[in-house]
């Protein structure tokens, strides 16, 4: 039986459900189907018993659970301690982020720093108007995102950091007096414009195209860093909504960040290009598995 079937198997046995253990793994659910199959008709017996209401696992496949996970548990020690061998001797991993978020995975750096002594981190800066080019060129080895992110290209890991929305407006705005804002005033409201080069679903995921309402979002001027968009709103000529982060780091003058309530929060998370998949960055997304989550 490959890893990669002992993988599925197990997911499943812990899931009992199909499409959540695919999501889980990343692959189709007909390839978790084509798996159980598979091992099904080696061992000549059914290992789930399935409904469409449930799936459960049959008295053989429980025991084929508690064997196969001895042995699963064992060889990803066995990995880790020869990963953490091998990356004791050294290497950098360098980490795009937004603003000052290197700063909030502190956790996660020190955490990993302490895994695999002798490895280090450093950080980039992501442009928002081009989120993934220093990915592709190798400039960078992992960017922090928010999600989704849906490129072919690009692998994307466990999520590092959740937090809400803000609203930078500048401080003469009608908004600003209130004190809060919602997505519904987008609409009355222009937010920057990132450019041609980012995805727009990427884009919409942070700066929606219309309101919960339906009511179309304005977009320009074009901004293509946080500085321009903090100028731009200073300069009354846009609003623009971003994460908190933003907030807790910068005291622009001139701006001020209203939190945004009806915005759903946000999730950062571990991405890159998938050929250039390597110990090191999978020790990173291990570790950030094991971790958890930051909130912000």
């Not at 922090?144 to 890991?157: R, S």
Request: glycine share 8%; net charge neutral; aromatic share 6%.
């Amino acid at each position: 039986m490959e890893l990669r079937d002992i993988e599925i198997f197990l997911t499943l046995a812990e899931e009992l459900h199909f499409g959540r253990t695919a999501e889980r793994l990343h692959v189709s659910q007909a390839r978790v189907s084509q798996a159980i199959r598979k091992q099904e008709r080696r061992i000549g017996t059914a290992l789930f018993e399935r409904t469409s209401r449930r799936v459960q696992l049959t008295p053989v496949g429980r025991r084929l659970r508690a064997d196969l996970q001895q042995v699963h548990d064992l060889l990803q020690a066995a990995l880790a301690r020869a990963e953490a061998a091998g990356l004791s001797g050294g290497g950098t991993l360098k980490i795009g982020v937004f603003g000052h978020a290197g700063h909030e995975l502190r956790p996660l750096t020190e955490a990993f720093r302490t895994r695999y002594p002798g490895s280090s981190i450093t950080f980039g800066e992501i442009n928002g108007a081009d989120p993934f080019t220093a990915l592709r060129t190798g400039d960078h080895d992992v960017n922090v995102v928010w999600l989704p992110v849906v490129e072919p290209d690009l692998t994307v890991g466990p999520t590092v950091l959740t937090g809400r929305r803000v609203l930078a407006v500048a401080t003469d705005h009608p908004l600003a007096v209130r004190g809060t804002a919602s997505l519904e005033d987008l609409a009355d409201n222009h937010v920057a414009d990132f450019g041609p080069d980012a995805p727009e679903y990427w884009v919409a995921s942070m700066v929606p195209t219309r309101t919960p309402q339906g009511r179309r979002i304005p977009r320009g001027p074009i901004a293509r860093t946080f500085h321009e968009i903090i100028s731009l709103v200073a300069s009354g000529r846009c609003v623009h909504p971003l994460g908190e982060i933003a907030a807790r780091y910068n005291s622009p003058p001139g701006v001020v960040f209203l939190p945004m309530p009806d915005a759903p929060e946000l999730q950062w998370a571990l991405t890159w290009r998938t050929i250039s998949d390597s110990a090191a960055i999978r020790a990173l997304a291990r570790t950030a598995a094991d971790l958890g989550p930051i909130r912000l």
